[in-house]
Each structure stands twice: as C-alpha cells, then as structure tokens.
C-alpha cells in the first residue's frame, strides 16, 4: 500500500557535523509534506514544511529537500547540537477534502558528544 | 503563539472507568485532530473536527467517543477502555478547517494507562 517510510530508523552523528535525515513518499498526489521533532514525553513540535511546488526551504540551520521525480524528501540540520537527540518524522498531506497527515515511520538521531 | 494545551498530562483508569482528555487552543485555528501513538510509532489520526463538525472518524472504536464545545475546544471521552488503549494521546489543530493543506500543530499529549 502507499506509505511515508524513512532509511533508517537511527542515525548518530557526532556534535558539531550536519545531519541528514531521509524519507521516500508514494503517493505522486501529494503537495504538501512536513518535518516534525518529538523529544521523549513531548509531542511532536514543527520544525519545516515545503510544498510540491517548491524543491528546497530552508529555516534556522534546516533544509528540507524535496525531489519529485524520486519521491524523496530531505531534513538537513547543520552544526548539529545535543538539543536536536529527538525522534524525527516526515508526514505527508495527500490533499484532496481533508488535511489528513501521514506520518513516516521516524528516524531517531542521536547526538555524541 | 503555537500552543495547543492538553490535560491532563498523565492519567491512570480502569476499564471500568469514565474519564474525559481536554484540549485547548486560542490561535483562531478551525481544525482540531485527535491522535493515538504507541511506543516507538508514528501518530495515528483517529478524529477530525472542521469547523466544530465531525468530519473524520478514523473506524474508532465507539469507546472513544469526541466533542467540540466550540471552535477552541475539543474534548475526548473515554469509556470502558481496554489495556490496549494505553496509549499518548495527541491533540492538533490548524488553521484553516480541513478545506486546503496546512500545518497541523500539535499538544504535549495525554498519557493514558489503562489497567
């Protein structure tokens, strides 16, 4: 069936490298596409989003990247720091009637001092 | 402000019990969401109100029965609930009430224990 999935499930990475966390979507339809963190105990806190007709945002040290052709989609965070360990998920928007997201099955980056 | 409340933090029933989950928003947003996550998974969607009308329900059971007193409220009931209920549940809302893609955001989330 479709599915938001992500490489890999944990990513570690020392202080101070950039990170890169990927996710594949299947769905051609969909337009819009979200990053989310969720620390231990908290709720998923926004972090990017980048619709379809877009290929690269960029915020506070974050990139996402999205590549159509492939269906894939990029979080990148530079000089990455303690505070980023968290559990990382994309989550797509198929659009249509609704505003229904669907998540990724999330990447968790860990962070060595 | 991005905040969407939720209380309470923890909670502990029996399957016997009825008990309510609250949450709050004041960003003038017209969508709110419930959602269930398990241990090491993704969110799920369990129920969407638009505009203060049910406009999704995921098959949920009927055990978990929602309510949205007004556009900045939404409450989750919780009756005769089983230990495979215990779950964080998550509230979300946005802004524009379902008719076009936006960001969703999300509360700290219930804790819910079922014994």
């Known amino acids: 069936g479709e599915s938001v999935g992500l490489h890999l499930p944990t990513l570690s990475v020392q202080e101070g490298d950039n990170s890169i966390i990927n996710c594949a979507y299947s769905?051609?339809?969909?337009?819009?596409f979200i990053w989310y963190k969720q620390e231990s105990g908290k709720g998923p806190q926004f972090i990017i989003d980048i619709r379809s007709n877009m290929d690269k945002r960029q915020g506070q040290r974050v990139t996402v990247l999205l590549n159509k052709t492939v269906k894939h989609l990029s979080l990148q965070i530079a000089a990455t720091q303690p505070g980023d360990s968290a559990v990382y998920f994309c989550a797509e928007n198929r659009g249509g009637a609704t505003n229904k997201l669907i998540f990724g099955t999330g990447t968790l980056l860990a962070v060595q001092p | 402000d991005t905040e969407v409340t939720q209380t309470p933090k923890h909670l502990v029933m029996g399957m016997t019990n009825k008990k309510s989950l609250k949450c709050e928003q004041h960003?003038?947003?017209?969508?709110m969401y419930w959602y269930k996550q398990k241990a090491k998974k993704p969110p799920e969607l369990m129920f969407v109100?638009?505009?203060?009308?049910?406009?999704i329900n995921e098959s949920v059971p009927s055990r978990f029965s929602p309510e949205c007193p007004n556009s900045s409220l939404l409450n989750l009931h919780l009756h005769a609930l089983q230990p495979e209920d215990s779950a964080l549940y998550l509230c979300?809302?946005?802004?524009?009430?379902?008719?076009?893609?936006?960001?969703?955001?999300f509360g700290p989330g219930t804790r819910l224990t079922v014994l």
């Open positions: 769905n051609s339809a969909s337009d819009y």
């Open positions: 960003m003038g947003h017209r969508a």
């Open positions: 979300a809302s946005s802004l524009a009430g379902g008719r076009f893609t936006d960001t969703q955001y």
């Open positions: 109100y638009s505009y203060e009308k049910l406009s």
